[in-house]
């Protein structure tokens, strides 16, 4: 079992930063990736940021790259999620998520079927 706790989400301003963090315990922690997902209002779950855990390679989204940083303290067993310059559309629920299945790539760490364990999601809100 592997289990995730997020936390840092709040309400911000436009043009504001939030640092979201994602604890991580159990076996098999750290032989994999980790990835953060969001989910707006009326909307499907999507894929923000993914890393891996032993060369801390990193994929983003369209959507937040240039203004999110991924990254992850091995020693910790936690994964941040920097964002900065945030936007109303950034709004949602954020989750973080362990990797289960054996690949890699953008398209791997966008299939959700393909991650094991969530975290039970943090908010963000970003008022105009």
């Known amino acids: 079992q592997v289990q995730l706790v997020e936390s840092g989400g709040g309400l911000v301003q436009a043009g504001g930063s939030l640092r979201l963090s994602c604890a991580a315990s159990?076996?098999?922690?750290?032989?994999?990736?980790m990835a953060w997902f969001r989910q707006a209002p009326g909307k499907e779950r999507e894929l923000v940021a993914a890393?891996?855990?032993?060369?801390?390679?990193?994929e983003y989204s369209d959507a937040v790259k240039g203004r999110f940083t991924i990254s992850r303290d091995n020693a910790k067993n936690t994964v941040y999620l920097q964002m900065n310059s945030l936007k109303p559309a950034d709004t949602g629920i954020y989750y973080c998520?362990?990797?289960?299945?054996?690949?890699?790539?953008?398209?791997?760490?966008?299939?959700?079927?393909?991650?094991?364990?969530w975290g039970q999601g943090t908010p963000v809100t970003v008022s105009t």
């Open positions: 890393i891996t855990w032993i060369l801390g390679s990193t």
């Open positions: 998520a362990a990797l289960g299945a054996y690949c890699s790539g953008y398209v791997c760490y966008a299939t959700q079927a393909n991650y094991g364990y």
């Open positions: 159990g076996r098999s922690v750290n032989n994999n990736a």
